[in-house]
Every structure is written in C-alpha cells, then in structure tokens.
C-alpha cells in the first residue's frame, strides 16, 4: 500500500471491530429525515422574485416560481458572463455580437450606451423583439462589466399564440421604458457570488 501511516493488524481489527457496532445503528440512520435541500436561490428584479432554474456554468436562469416550466414561461431573467471579456474594448465586442445575433433573429427596437467615466466603466443595452411560429419575446439585454466580468444580463417577456403581434406591441407600450430603467438601475451579481 501507498500510504506512509500504516496502523497494525491490532489497531486494524479494533477500527474494524469497533465500526461492526455502528452497523445496528445504520438502520436507524436510513429511518431519519433526509437533510432538506437546499432553497434555491433567489434574486429580485423589477418587484418580482425570480428562482434559479439552469445554468451551464457561463449561463444563469431564472423565472418566477410559478413559472417554473421552461417550455412555457413568460418571464426570465438570464445572466451570461464572458470571462474573456475584461475591458470596455472586450466588453464592446459582446455588446455588438449580442446586437448581431438580435438582428440576426428579430428586430432591433433600441440600442443605447453608457459612456464610460472615471469611476465607471461603459455598458450598453439592446432592446429587440425576437420570435418564431410559437411566440414572440422581448429582450432587453444589459451588457456590463461585473468585477472585471463581462456580463449580459437579460430580461424576457414572452407572448404564446398566433398572432402575438398586438398583445407584443401593448406589452412594450405599458413596460417598455419601466422595465429597461429597472434593468439598467439593477445591482447585477457577479459570476462568483452565482458559483
């Protein structure tokens, strides 16, 4: 054997031995409550609470409790971070790969920066309406730098059905400007206070 403090035979048997008397008491241990799980975790945005409910590792999410079936929710909050991105010109590349792909699947409806200051780096946002046969989703994504992070955080709202259009277009009417000044005035977490 490879470890160094071997005991004796002696003081092998008596371990052994000795965990022959905890074997009753293992019937009991599998009698006793389980240790509950734990709750998960939570985060507030615009009066709402939202539960984690995925992540790959880069990517969070999280829908209001109950919401909890991912192929039917309506709300979600979803932070990606991009570990690589460090500084504002980093940081400005996701913020145009986010408005590409938005373009790519929707329409742009907003875009806006924040210019950096001497306090505060850059961020930048992008508003779209993306969708496909069976829905139509608002994004409002918030692209920032969190503990020399690059992190996008995202705020959905989704409309099922045909045609979405008009219940989409009221839905950006009534929330648009609110939800998007929640967004940009969020305290967003970071990826180690996540991990």
Same mark, same amino acid.
């Given at each position: 054997?490879?470890?160094?403090?071997?005991?004796?035979?002696?003081?092998?048997?008596?371990?052994?031995?000795?965990?022959?008397?905890?074997?009753?008491?293992?019937?009991?241990?599998?009698?006793?409550?389980?240790?509950?799980?734990?709750?998960?975790?939570?985060?507030?945005?615009?009066?709402?609470?939202?539960?984690?409910?995925?992540?790959?590792?880069?990517?969070?999410?999280?829908?209001?409790?109950?919401?909890?079936?991912?192929?039917?929710?309506?709300?979600?909050?979803?932070?990606?971070?991009?570990?690589?991105?460090?500084?504002? *010109?980093? +940081?400005?590349?996701?913020?145009? =790969?986010? #408005?590409?792909?938005?373009?790519?699947?929707?329409? /742009? !409806?907003?875009?806006?920066?924040?210019?950096?200051?001497?306090?505060?780096?850059?961020?930048?946002?992008?508003?779209?309406?993306?969708?496909?046969? *069976?829905? +139509?989703?608002?994004?409002?994504? =918030?692209? #920032?730098?969190?503990?020399?992070?690059?992190?996008? /955080? !995202?705020?959905?709202?989704?409309?099922?059905?045909?045609?979405?259009?008009?219940?989409?277009?009221?839905?950006?009417?009534?929330?648009?400007?609110?939800?998007?000044?929640?967004?940009?005035?969020?305290?967003?977490?970071?990826?180690?206070?996540?991990?």
């Amino acid at each position: 054997m490879g470890f160094k403090n071997r005991k004796s035979k002696r003081e092998f048997l008596g371990l052994a031995i000795g965990s022959l008397g905890l074997m009753g008491n293992w019937s009991a241990l599998g009698k006793q409550s389980p240790e509950p799980s734990p709750a998960p975790m939570k985060l507030g945005f615009n009066g709402s609470e939202y539960s984690f409910r995925w992540t790959d590792g880069s990517q969070y999410e999280f829908v209001p409790p109950a919401q909890s079936d991912l192929s039917t929710w309506r709300d979600m909050l979803t932070i990606n971070f991009h570990e690589t991105a460090s500084t504002g *010109e980093k +940081l400005a590349e996701v913020a145009n =790969r986010v #408005l590409s792909t938005y373009q790519k699947h929707g329409k /742009v !409806v907003r875009t806006n920066s924040k210019p950096r200051t001497a306090s505060e780096p850059a961020e930048h946002l992008v508003v779209a309406v993306l969708g496909d046969r *069976e829905f +139509l989703e608002a994004a409002f994504a =918030r692209i #920032l730098l969190v503990d020399a992070v690059g992190t996008v /955080v !995202v705020y959905s709202h989704r409309i099922y059905g045909k045609p979405a259009g008009a219940g989409m277009s009221e839905w950006l009417d009534k929330n648009g400007t609110q939800v998007e000044d929640a967004l940009m005035k969020w305290w967003v977490p970071s990826l180690a206070s996540l991990q």
